[in-house]
């Protein structure tokens, strides 16, 4: 008990000094900005004093700001950050905090005032959080030494996924030992049998923490339960019925508690805003980009003299077909041979400027059309072509699990994955978003959406000779 309590102690103090390292670079933030806003912006008042509690609510505001956009951007993500993401992610994070500042300035004055001066700590600012994040950095991984971790899995599928996480993140993970527990069909491997194996091993290679992967939930919640009485930290990768249970409706029957699991349903107020607000930023994102959907389609036309747009047949919710438009990034005859396949690595049916507009994701600018239809919502999951999800479904039947609610224009699997994510982890992180589905998640999504705007990896297509993302080069028919 003794030790519980120090180990206790010990990650609360962990945790405090995490705090200090992350506030610390928000504060940092808030001053620069207080003293531009003492040296330029406050003299510029429109005919009256803002007095001393109205420069510390404004202050607070930034901090504020920033403080959400570095948390939800990953700007402060300091355990699980390279250095080039949090440096990325803060300056992305600067970035849109100062420009909600300047609309919020100009407010106040009343009047135009230069935004050279804020521009010039935005700069600063940039290079403040680049030299914070190798300091930061350096420093949390004094505070948190690399988790000597046990890997405990069922099949090489779950292997491959754990090794990814490790391999990514060595700096918090050291691999002390594997271990294997395959589900038997004869049964003759009981819970007892299960446990003991896993808790020789783990004392064995001398681990702090544990993985588990693809395990069956009857064995895995078993071990949850010894890691929970035993005080060790269990990094569990869910499985589809995780996010199917994780929204489910709690209720008491007969004095007892009860999980409602249904198809995914949105209520009519939610359906409602989730609408005009679609209809709205589908609008204002047409208003602003006219200019590059002009000089894209002129781009287009010019190159090869081939159509500027590109039709395609995707799925949206239930099943429904639809057709998405899309900038034409590839040659006109890109797939002449009859195969519906994904855009692979260096793909040469890819045109220059088709490079270009994927790059920066102007290719997918006409989708703001469908959303306006009614087709696509701004938040959702991915449309699929009937072709390739047709082929995902013989591999898991649960991919039709997506078409619960409408595609989307951005979505978790999105803003978290990548063009060439397996798509049993797409679907995973589909769900999650389904789970949490509501304003608020919207929000989050479409905000975080910015970040991976200039991201290249986001972009990265599948392995040559692959169709699909599962890794299948079998040949899926085009309906034309």
């Known amino acids: 008990m003794k030790r519980k309590k120090n180990n206790v102690h010990e990650k609360q103090w962990k945790n405090a000094k995490l705090f200090l390292l992350q506030i610390s670079i928000v504060i940092l933030n808030t001053v620069l900005f207080a003293v531009t806003w003492y040296l330029y912006y406050k003299g510029k008042m429109w005919g009256t004093t803002f007095y001393r509690k109205g420069d510390y609510a404004l202050f607070l505001l930034y901090m504020c700001l920033f403080g959400a956009m570095a948390k939800l951007y990953g700007g402060i993500a300091l355990r699980t950050s390279r250095i080039t993401e949090l440096i990325y992610s803060q300056i992305v994070s600067i970035i849109i905090t100062n420009a909600m500042m300047y609309i919020i300035i100009l407010l106040l004055t009343r009047r135009p005032k230069s935004i050279l001066p804020l521009l010039l700590v935005t700069v600063i600012e940039c290079f403040v959080s680049t030299a914070w994040s190798y300091a930061a950095n350096h420093l949390c991984n004094k505070i948190f030494k690399p988790a000597n971790i046990l890997l405990v899995y069922d099949n090489e599928d779950a292997y491959k996924n754990a090794k990814e996480i490790i391999d990514k993140l060595a700096w918090r993970f050291k691999l002390s030992g594997e271990l294997r527990l395959s589900v038997r069909n004869d049964g003759l491997n009981s819970d007892n049998e299960n446990l003991a194996k896993f808790s020789d091993t783990y004392k064995k290679v001398g681990a702090d923490s544990v993985m588990l992967c693809g395990l069956v939930s009857s064995k895995r919640n078993d071990l949850i339960k010894y890691c929970a009485e035993n005080d060790i930290k269990a990094f569990v990768r869910p499985n589809i019925g995780d996010f199917m249970i994780s929204n489910a409706q ?231």
Do not use: H, W
Request: proline share 5%; aromatic share 6%.
């Open 250 to 480: 709690v209720v008491q029957m007969a004095n007892l508690p009860v999980m409602i699991c249904e198809r995914a349903t949105q209520g009519l107020v939610y359906m409602t805003v989730k609408r005009v607000m679609d209809i709205i930023i589908a609008l204002i994102g047409l208003i602003l980009t006219s200019p590059f959907l002009l000089i894209t389609a002129i781009a287009i036309k010019a190159y090869d003299g081939g159509p500027v747009l590109y039709k395609q047949v995707r799925l949206t919710k239930n099943g429904r077909e639809f057709k998405i438009l899309k900038f034409r990034s590839m040659k006109v005859d890109a797939e002449k041979d009859g195969v519906a396949r994904l855009s692979s690595q260096n793909d040469d049916r890819i045109t220059p400027v088709g490079k270009l507009i994927r790059a920066c994701r102007v290719d997918e600018l006409p989708q703001l059309f469908n959303i306006l239809k009614g087709d696509l919502t701004c938040v959702g999951p991915r449309p699929e072509r009937p072709e390739i999800a047709a082929q995902y479904v013989k591999e898991m039947p649960e991919f039709s699990l997506r078409l619960q609610v409408k595609a989307g224009l951005t979505g978790y699997a999105q803003v978290y994955g990548k063009y060439n994510t397996e798509p049993y982890d797409k679907l995973q992180m589909d769900l999650m978003y389904v789970s949490k589905m509501g304003i608020v998640t919207d929000l989050k999504i479409i905000l975080a959406t910015i970040k991976i705007l200039f991201m290249p990896e986001s972009t990265e297509g599948i392995a040559q000779g692959q169709t699909t993302a599962s890794g299948s080069s079998s040949e899926v028919k085009s309906n034309g």
